[in-house]
């Protein structure tokens, strides 16, 4: 069975820094590319990051881009976003996805992780 | 890059038919694949439709998918509604890129 956890969410000062961790299993995580989609509260999925099965390709939001920072450990079986120069608009639930196989789109999604930015 | 425009809400009766709309600023629906998301309150999306119109092991044949080049639009039609259906439905494709673009999200009331 195919399992996204993540973790590392919390609350943080505007300004501060977060790292979170999205820990896969049930499916070979070395072939598949993997994103980042947040969810503000009482809104919309916005897609954030995404990263290849290699890390050869990665992409972000302009949103975020310069203070984000998406990598994996396939050995680990595990994906990251590091999250720096945090504002009060990143206030969100941080999804991790899968992109499997269908093309250009998530087919497994993590529980989410709450990452709250406020003085 | 494009948007993914979504009515904001729709509400429908048990057992009849609703339909969702999701239309292309820019670019051609055709282009690239449209997919539909289901979330409920405090869950995380989950697939109903890929790829246009294909249903996904799991999803009841309620649930269907379509696009209109004419209107440069994606559907979503869920019929014989159930109050269980009620939930945010995104429509959600994807650049040249291959990064991701959602729709704003629908809000379905089965009333």
């Known amino acids: 069975e195919v399992q996204l956890v993540e973790s590392g969410g919390g609350l943080v000062k505007p300004g501060g820094s977060l790292r979170l961790s999205c820990a896969a299993s049930g499916f070979t995580f070395s072939i598949y590319s993997m994103n980042w989609v947040r969810q503000a509260p009482g809104k919309g999925l916005k897609w954030v990051s995404s990263?290849?099965?290699?890390?050869?390709?990665?992409y972000y939001a302009d949103s975020v881009k310069g203070r984000f920072t998406i990598s994996r450990d396939n050995a680990k079986n595990s994906l990251y976003l590091q999250m720096n120069s945090l504002r009060a608009e990143d206030t969100a639930v941080y999804y991790c996805?899968?992109?499997?196989?269908?093309?250009?789109?998530?087919?497994?999604w993590g529980q989410g992780t709450l990452v709250t930015v406020s003085s | 890059n494009f948007m993914l425009t979504q009515p904001h809400s729709v509400s429908e009766s048990p057992g009849k038919t609703v339909t969702i709309s999701c239309t292309r600023s820019s670019g051609s629906i055709a282009s690239n694949y449209v997919q539909w998301y289901q979330q409920r309150p405090g869950s995380a999306p989950t697939i109903v439709i890929y790829?246009?119109?294909?249903?996904p092991s799991g999803v009841p044949d309620r649930f269907s998918g379509s696009i209109d080049s004419s209107s440069n639009s994606a559907s979503l039609t869920i019929s014989g509604l159930k109050t269980e259906d009620e939930a945010d439905y995104y429509c959600q494709s994807y650049d040249s890129s291959f990064m991701w673009v959602f729709g704003g999200g629908t809000k379905l009331t089965v009333l």
């Open positions: 790829e246009d119109n294909q249903r």
């Open positions: 990263i290849s099965s290699s890390s050869n390709y990665i």
């Open positions: 996805a899968r992109e499997g196989a269908i093309v250009g789109a998530p087919d497994y």
